[in-house]
């Protein structure tokens, strides 16, 4: 597979939404499925990376800027490139499975689990046999919005992910 398309490539998104990122039950799943979506974003030249916005009108280039989260709404949940679009516009399931998203890129586990459970904290920590908060160390991404320099938190987020499976969250 190659690492970019071409400039005048559009790669053709899924026909139908990813409904593993919707029926996920562990961080770990739905985090794997938000990174593929992801990767797959960062190949697509109609959009530019930033992770201070979710889903906003194309800028001065025509391009739409995404941040993870973003790249979840325009590949699974198919809203259209150019649309201004936030986690709250499409329901309350999906806003929570995309903050916690936002809050996993962020390296902020705990508040990841209270967001996709919608359980308080003591019981979110509970469900899942944590003893006291959990945030993850990661490199500051939020002004980084070269392509390559994404590829540096994909591979954070993968680390991510594997730790979460290990603790079967």
Known sequence: MRDMLAETETPQLAQTPNTGFMAATKLHELLGYALADFEYILTDQRYSIDHGAWHQSPDDDARCCVCM???????????????????????????????????????????????????????????????????????????????????????DLRGLQADLQKANI
């Open 69 to 155: 989260a973003g790249a979840v709404m325009a590949r699974t949940y198919r809203v259209a490139h150019g649309d201004a679009t936030i986690p709250d516009d499409l329901g309350i399931d999906a806003a929570r499975r995309l903050y916690a998203i936002d809050l996993l890129r962020q390296g902020y586990i705990s508040e990841a689990l209270v967001e996709f459970t919608g359980a308080d904290v003591a019981q979110s920590w509970q469900q899942w046999g944590l003893q006291q908060k959990w945030e993850h160390r990661l490199r500051d991404y939020e002004d980084e919005q070269q392509r390559y320099q994404a590829r540096g938190l994909l591979r």
